[in-house]
């Protein structure tokens, strides 16, 4: 038999990523018949043994990814590999798995039956080890039904280490959870990484991407807007946020200042990211009535919504 360079072992042997997406388009054609293009040339490349935050707001495109990337739907154009492989093969090969949002669990059965069940698809897989490493040992004897959606996603988590993954997918994992089995969840998931396992989840938390994540990748209407660790984001934003109470005729007049990079009310108060907050402050005390003046270093989440917010609908 003829041995190709190009054939798929050998390159998966060579590939020294864990997920290469070039150039992909993904579009929805609504019932109308009008064109969506929801992810839009996006680039990205995911070493081994990272563990990446997919950070964007609704609609940003980070399900239509995560699905092309599980080959659960194929780009329009651009291309997707895993390990060098097409998804589909690296899937079926067990070295990726997937928690996603909901779906998958039978309420009647025990967590242990559950596991037990889909553990009889993957020969080899140590039962007892995948419920500890995802913390649902204790949770053994009680039925899906009565499970907390923490635990649920949990549960989940330990079906995707069944067929033991180099690569897993977690789909905005702790939607819904409370901050306690946030942090629970995020710990179990951790130990996986620190044992060398690539991890890749979508979230609408900058917090979650902050505390959990080695890189912050940031999507906004289908592309990367920003890539790079927490703290370089956060340096790379750099700023300060004014904000004051102030007539919303007066806010608009003040956002369209050379110095304001975005302008957003929230509650009361409206808050002015800006590069030179000094400037910014004569401005809001000489030509406007705003009251309540403030003035606070960036937070994530405000260099997030600065990079993201939205000018005009789509
Ligand atoms: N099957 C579909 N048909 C038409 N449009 C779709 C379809 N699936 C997604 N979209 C649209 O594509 C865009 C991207 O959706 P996607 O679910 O990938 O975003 P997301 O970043 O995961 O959002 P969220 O955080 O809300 O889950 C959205 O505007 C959505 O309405």
């Not at 895993?82 to 779906?103: D, I, N, S, Y």
């Not at 635990?151 to 789909?171: H, K, N, T, Y």
Request: proline residues 5%; hydrophobic residues 45%; glycine residues 8%.
């Amino acid at each position: 038999m003829l041995h190709t360079p190009q054939s798929p072992v050998e390159k998966e042997v060579t590939s020294p990523d864990a997920a290469v997406l070039s150039k992909v388009v993904k579009r929805y054609t609504s019932a109308k018949g009008e064109e969506f293009t929801a992810v839009n040339g996006l680039d990205l490349r995911v070493g081994r043994g990272e563990v990446v935050a997919f950070l964007g707001p609704n609609g940003a495109g980070k399900t239509t990814t995560i699905d092309m990337l599980l080959g659960l739907s194929r780009p329009d154009s651009g291309t997707v590999e895993l390990f060098g492989l097409p998804p589909q093969q690296a899937v079926r090969a067990g070295r990726v798995a997937a928690v996603l949002q909901t779906g998958g669990l039978l309420p009647d059965l025990t967590v242990a039956a559950t596991v037990r069940m889909l553990g009889s698809l993957h020969p080899g897989a140590d039962i007892e080890q995948v419920m500890a490493r995802a913390g649902v040992t204790a949770l053994r004897d009680r039925r899906v039904a009565e499970c907390s959606g923490g635990e649920q996603q949990r549960l989940r988590f330990a079906l995707a280490l069944l067929s033991d993954p180099d690569f897993l997918v977690l789909d905005e994992p702790t939607a819904g959870m409370d901050v306690v089995a946030r942090r629970n969840f995020w710990a179990a998931v951790r130990e996986d990484a620190a044992r060398g396992m690539t991890v890749m989840f979508a979230t609408h938390y900058m917090e979650e991407a902050d505390q959990f994540a080695d890189r912050v990748v940031l999507v906004d209407r289908g592309n990367v807007v920003a890539d790079g660790s927490a703290s370089a984001l956060r340096a790379s934003l750099s700023g300060r946020t004014v904000s004051a109470r102030i007539a919303p005729q007066e806010a608009a007049a003040v956002a369209a200042h050379p110095q304001v990079r975005s302008c957003v009310p929230r509650g009361d108060r409206h808050y002015f990211d800006c590069a030179d907050s000094d400037a910014l402050l004569r401005v809001l005390l000489e030509r406007t009535s705003a009251t309540e003046i403030e003035v606070a270093p960036r937070s994530l989440e405000e260099a997030f919504m600065a990079l993201t917010t939205q000018e005009g609908s789509r």
